[in-house]
């Protein structure tokens, strides 16, 4: 069930958040965005708006062989959206900023929900503050289990990206008022956040991404092009299961038509190499290029 209380109402607040957190300094600074590149290519969230409820499911083979089945599940309230994700960017950012600073970092962490809806390009009206509630909702609900297999050997372990998460609210002459929110990271989430040289920058112009499938290609040309690369391709069978999408195949090849006439992606151009306007899925070719290098994420 998702945690979210006032302090003063809820007297399991300090078994749940037994160390106060500092309060984070704002990301508004930042010139790019972190994310971890372990996982940016992978469909571990909702490209919807909708409320998705039905798993995700991804396989993935390791080059040194291990094969790994994820599974992405969500609650009622459904599948953290890769819009939620910004919110987990974003304390990623700040979090590597202070360890670039030799500044302490830990999983509890608390921000002002205004820093981070300014940061993310969004309003801060009643309704910003409601999606953002939403979204803490959907991320703590979020369970990605995951069943390795390697060799003779197997082993199943679930995660979330959030263990708990409250609002803390003072009086003022309006009424109670949200002056910020606390998050307890998931050790998962953290250890991901944290591990040095484990992460891989963003232009922040991807913040201003509003198509779930055009910030998915865009993570997918950041890790599989990046800086020192000019082009990657993949076969169209291939990137619709790295989207995650619900929609058939022939869907998303509308959608990346659609994307290279709007010249949407950041830094990026794509390409469709098909030998026929009907071949398979396996058979057409979706090439991602470098646009301007200087725009280009870096390790």
């Given amino acids: 069930m998702s945690y979210v209380a006032d302090r003063e109402n809820d007297m399991t607040t300090q078994a749940r958040l037994p160390v106060q957190p500092d309060l984070l300094a704002s990301a508004m600074h930042l010139p790019t965005i972190k994310n971890d590149i372990d996982i940016i290519s992978m469909p571990f969230y909702s490209i919807e708006k909708s409320t998705r ?4 499911v991804f396989n993935y083979k390791y080059s040194g062989g291990t ?3 994820f599974i992405i599940k969500g609650t009622s309230d459904g599948i953290a959206t890769i819009y939620d994700k910004d919110i987990i960017l974003y304390l990623h950012s700040v979090l590597v900023d202070r360890m670039n600073r030799n500044e302490p970092v830990s999983p509890l962490v608390e921000f002002t929900a205004h820093d981070f809806l ?4 969004r309003g801060t009206g009643k309704t910003d503050y409601l999606r953002l509630e939403a979204a803490l909702k959907r991320l703590h609900g979020t369970v990605i289990s995951g069943n390795f297999t390697a060799r003779d050997e197997s082993m199943e372990s679930g995660v979330h990206y959030i263990e708990s998460f409250e609002f803390k609210r003072v009086n003022t002459k309006r009424g109670r008022v949200l002056s910020s929110i606390v998050v307890q990271l998931s050790t998962w989430t953290f250890a991901k956040l944290t591990e040095a040289g484990r992460y891989i920058s963003m232009d922040k112009r991807y913040l201003e ?3 779930g499938i055009e910030r ?9 092009v990046g800086r020192e690369k000019h082009r990657f391709e993949i076969n169209l069978q291939s990137l619709h299961e790295w989207i995650g999408s619900q929609a058939p195949v022939r869907k998303l090849k509308a959608n ?9 992606l950041p830094g990026y151009k794509l390409r469709i190499d098909s030998p026929s306007a009907r071949a398979a899925a396996v058979r057409t070719k979706i090439i991602f ?7 280009v994420a870096a390790r």
């Fill in 209 to 211: 991404i509003q198509g």
């Fill in 118 to 121: 300014k940061w993310a390009n």
């Fill in 67 to 69: 094969h790994v089945q």
């Fill in 216 to 224: 998915r290609l865009y993570e997918i040309a950041t890790k599989h």
């Fill in 289 to 295: 290029l470098r646009d301007n290098p200087r725009l």
């Fill in 256 to 264: 990346i038509k659609r994307i290279i006439e709007d010249d949407s």
């Fill in 53 to 56: 409820t039905k798993p995700i």
